[in-house]
């Protein structure tokens, strides 16, 4: 058997002369260049994949909104995560190309498209998301002044999503009402558009909030837009007033006591009116 010194010493002589020094700053050019491309391909490779697994359900990429396609999402299904987009651990939300981003993990069981009825480039849809363990009810909305989302746990505080989807899109809508109402000095709500009507108001009632003040309290019944809409408002003591958030939810009932009910059941639970 060949001893493996002289095969090594054999290699040696044959050897060729030695090569002009390296040129180091040649060879991390190259190695930057290979290490670019190798990147550039594994990029490539997961928009591929975030393309073939959320054709199912969305039209993800650029030149707007996250549009709705004919196909619902596949129960069990998944879009894969962009991060910048869901910080602050949220699970879905729209990207600043308007594509719809859903964290990993978590799939689409029940989606409502354009819940909030915006017209292009805005964009709204309503989720429930699951992990397989918990689920969320979403609502993303994408318009002129930005992307927002609201989420609660599902079935906290309603019987289904149909009807948490609804009190939700009441509690986004523009605030028309905001605009027109006014607080005077008596605790007496008047209305500068005639298509908002004051129905029924009356001060004194406590509405669970530690810094309302009953006497200086005023709930008050509207009709807008063929709607029951609610509002609270009270004056400050110091002057100005302030407007809590009108609603139109069911759970608000019909009259200015079951308003009231609602109101401290909101604000006894920490959720408050959205």
Excluded: C
């Amino acid at each position: 058997m060949t001893d493996v010194t002289d095969l090594l010493g054999a290699q040696l002589d044959a050897a060729p002369a030695p090569a002009a020094p390296l040129d180091i700053d040649a060879l991390l050019r190259d190695g930057r260049r290979a290490r670019t491309r190798r990147r550039a391909a594994v990029g490539a490779g997961v928009v591929a994949a975030a393309l073939v697994i959320g054709g199912a359900g969305w039209t993800l990429g650029a030149g707007g909104s996250d549009v709705a396609t004919d196909r619902p999402p596949v129960a069990g299904q998944s879009t894969p995560t962009a991060d910048p987009v869901l910080e602050g651990g949220l699970l879905a939300a729209y990207s600043p190309d308007g594509a719809l981003v859903i964290r990993d993990g978590w799939h689409v069981t029940q989606r409502i498209p354009n819940p909030m009825g915006y017209r292009p480039p805005a964009a709204s849809v309503a989720l429930e998301l699951t992990d397989g363990t918990d689920r969320y009810w979403y609502l993303v909305r994408r318009d002129a002044d930005g992307s927002g989302s609201t989420s609660d746990e599902a079935q906290k505080g309603f019987a289904t999503f149909q009807e948490w989807v609804d009190d939700q899109v009441g509690a986004n809508r523009p605030d028309p009402i905001g605009e027109a109402l006014d607080l005077g000095a008596d605790g007496r709500l008047t209305s500068s558009n005639e298509a908002i009507r004051i129905v029924a108001q009356r001060v004194g009632d406590d509405i669970g909030r530690a810094e309302w003040a009953p006497a200086d309290t005023t709930v008050a019944q509207l009709r807008f837009d063929g709607q029951t809409w609610f509002v609270a408002a009270r004056n400050h003591v110091r002057g100005g007033w302030e407007l809590a958030p009108p609603v139109d939810t069911p759970k608000a009932g019909t009259t200015l006591d079951s308003y009231v009910d609602y109101l401290r059941a909101q604000y006894a639970s920490g959720e408050g009116v959205r």
